[in-house]
């Protein structure tokens, strides 16, 4: 840990440094006063380059050469921002030398995976979260808070479709890199139900749908799902890699509903559509950095020993969620799921607000997966 003006920092090194590492997560580092980047983890030595001189970062490494990086003095904690396969082997070599682990969603590709996580980080003592940044966020965090408070009366029914179009070729579009409608946005509408009805699925039905493009030969164009909620609550979300860019969600309750739009940004302003008895009222909730929130969170529990909420067990869940899906689609029939108890979840409490990030940064040898640079 670094000391500045007599408050420590936890020293990150980000692995991968692809698109969305690039423009969301290392210009991130600025805004979080906890947090330090201090070493770049990438397979393209041009990366590397550019990118430690564009913020000034000494330490540089190969995947090859991850280990030195997890052993020299200077790291506290790593920020994995890998494909999905390679989530547990680089979690798990973390831990084993004394290094935090924030990890992006999915946590893994199978629930194996996530297990051996959560276990290398119990046996090294050392912090593992999972980033789910909306659950640091003003306004899916206050749809928590409207749903919890029953403004809405007895929540009844969740509703999303959370859509984008994704290029050929993108790693999105990759079976043996875990892609995949369900592990790469899906996610984020299975998040949303469990927070929202602060419950776990027993009982999921998904189907999937390719009209034939050469993009989606190895994974499905989209995905429709029903997750079964206890006391007769149900969730349906649609996701798709090859339709315009939607990000909504609804939850409707007895005597009113709540619509988020856009729900799962990670920048810009998101809204909320309150409708009781008939009337509906907006509010508008600013563009944050949800990046520096997580470093600063997570840095957090770090220096005052505590364990993060969105914890390995929040990982592996829905990793559980998507493996019962992917079963329901092959089999043509809906899946029982066995979820683990979860007695922590997201509340307002867990705000966190950093300014926006005000430029875009230029990306090396990355792009965007609707194919913008």
């Known amino acids: ?77 790593v920020y994995i921002a890998l494909p999905n396969h390679l989530h547990c082997d680089y979690t798990v070599r973390a831990a084993n030398q004394g290094i935090h682990i924030l990890c992006e969603k999915p946590m893994a590709v199978t629930e194996q995976e996530c297990e051996a996580m959560i276990k290398a980080a119990n046996d090294n003592g050392v912090k593992l979260m999972i980033a789910y940044r909306l659950h640091l966020e003003e306004a899916n965090l206050q749809a928590v808070e409207i749903v919890r408070s029953n403004q809405i009366g007895e929540s009844r029914l969740f509703n999303s479709v959370f859509t984008q179009q994704v290029e050929e070729g993108n790693i999105r579009l990759r079976d043996i890199t875990g892609g995949g409608t369900l592990y790469d946005i899906g996610i984020y509408c299975i998040n949303a139900a469990r927070y929202l009805f602060q419950d776990e699925p027993i009982e999921v039905f998904a189907v999937a749908a390719t009209k034939g493009e050469q993009r989606f030969s190895e994974v499905e164009e989209m995905t429709s799902v029903i997750l079964r909620f206890p006391n007769e609550r149900l969730a349906t979300f649609t996701c798709s890699f090859g339709a315009a860019s939607v990000s909504t969600y609804q939850i409707v309750g007895t005597k009113g509903d709540l619509r988020v739009e856009p729900a799962y940004a990670w920048q810009g302003e998101l809204k909320h559509y309150l409708t009781i008895n008939g009337e509906t009222q907006e509010r508008t909730f600013a563009s944050h950095d949800q990046l520096a929130a997580e470093f600063t969170y997570f840095s957090d529990c770090i220096l005052q020993n505590k364990d993060p909420e969105p914890s390995g067990i929040e990982g592996l869940i829905d990793v559980r969620i998507v493996q019962a899906l992917y079963h329901s689609i092959e089999t043509g029939k809906p899946a029982q799921i066995q979820t683990l108890d979860r007695h922590q979840r997201p509340t307002s409490a867990q705000t966190i607000k950093h300014p926006p990030i005000e430029e875009k940064p230029d990306l090396i040898h990355a792009t965007a997966p609707s194919g913008e640079s």
């Open 1 to 77: 840990m670094t000391a500045t003006n007599g408050k420590r920092k936890i020293r990150y090194a980000v692995v991968g440094l692809g698109w969305f590492a690039q423009e969301a997560a290392l210009p991130a580092f600025a805004h979080s006063e906890n947090s330090e980047l201090v070493a770049l983890v990438s397979g393209d030595r041009t990366k590397c380059e550019e990118l430690s001189k564009e913020y000034g970062i000494q330490h540089t490494y190969s995947y090859e050469e991850y280990e030195d990086c997890l052993t020299s003095s200077e790291v506290d904690a």
